[in-house]
Nanobody, 127 residues
């Protein structure tokens, strides 16, 4: 049984930082690209970032480029999202997702490109 669990969310002031973590069990972690998505109240879930199985390639949505960094530690079966210079518009529930293949597709930002999902961790950025 595949389990995906996020942690690290919380309340932070604008300009601050948070690091999200995600562990995935019940699958071969280093066989899979991984992604982060987020969903703000009243909005659809959107792709934030994707990382190839070996970490060699990363992708970001425009709104987080230069502020967020995705990384992974395959030995620990853990995915990270370092979020710096946070803005109130980053407030959302953040989800970790398992691709189901080693590479991020050209449409990695679509929910349908990922096979397994966590329950999410809430991030609130106050102004």
């Amino acid at each position: 049984q595949v389990q995906v669990v996020e942690s690290g969310g919380g309340l932070v002031q604008a300009g601050g930082s948070l690091r999200l973590s995600c562990t995935a069990s019940g699958l071969l972690f280093d066989d899979n690209a991984m992604g982060w998505f987020r969903q703000a109240p009243g909005k659809e879930r959107e792709g934030v970032s994707c990382i190839r199985w070996n970490g060699d390639s990363t992708y970001y949505t425009d709104s987080v480029k230069g502020r967020f960094t995705i990384s992974r530690d395959n030995a620990k079966k853990t995915l990270y999202l370092q979020m710096n210079s946070l803005k109130p518009e980053d407030t959302a529930k953040y989800y970790c997702a398992v691709r189901g293949s080693p590479y991020c597709s050209v449409s990695w930002y679509k929910n349908s490109e990922f096979r397994y999902w966590g329950q999410g961790t809430q991030v609130i950025v106050s102004s």
